[in-house]
């Protein structure tokens, strides 16, 4: 795509930034499609073994790049939440916390954890609530910036939330 000076022409008035990358995905997966179909059809005249140690079929690309989009989202929206809060001096709490964005803890979990830093529970919670709530307000504006309007945001969050599902079954 950039090699061939595809981005300058981009219009954000035909689609979403996220869509023509994965056109381009597409198109460059299908060209190598036909020539490993080709390189098959070629070494089967060669030899067998050749053919056999071509690569197999892996999960689509489409997956794959559905998985690194939500990767890019989610750690430039976490990497801009860790740099607010070191900016307010609370790194320390931030990498106590933080664990708990991904995965809510228990009861249990969350009294070690207050036992140990001698906060409460409770503000703990409070505390790694809001911290969840920050990172989505800053997943949203991450994929803003990708985006013309706000229907375009909403199905995005859907697609993230679709490719998250699957990620965590």
Not at 79 to 88: F, V
Not at 98 to 126: I, K, M, S
Not at 131 to 147: D, G, I, K, P
Request: charged share 30%.
């Amino acid at each position: 795509m950039l090699e061939r000076g595809w981005y300058p022409q981009a219009d954000p008035d035909r689609g979403r930034f996220r869509n023509l990358l994965l056109t381009a995905l597409r198109r460059f997966v299908a060209d190598r499609q036909a020539q490993a179909h080709a390189l098959k059809r070629y070494a089967a005249h060669l030899d067998t073994q050749v053919v056999a140690e071509l690569p197999d079929d892996a999960p689509g690309p489409e997956d794959a790049f559905t998985r690194a989009w939500l990767e890019t989202v989610v750690a430039r929206a976490t990497r801009r939440l860790q740099r607010e809060w070191a900016e307010h001096g609370r790194q320390a709490q931030y990498a106590l916390l933080a664990p708990l964005l991904v995965e809510r803890a228990d009861g249990h979990e969350l009294r070690q954890l207050a036992e140990r830093t001698g906060v409460r529970g409770n503000t703990l919670a409070v505390q790694a609530h809001r911290m969840r709530q920050r990172l989505r307000q800053l997943v949203r504006l991450e994929l803003l910036a990708t985006v013309r309007d706000p229907d375009q945001l909403e199905e995005e969050l859907l697609e993230l939330r679709r490719a998250l599902g699957e990620r965590t079954r």
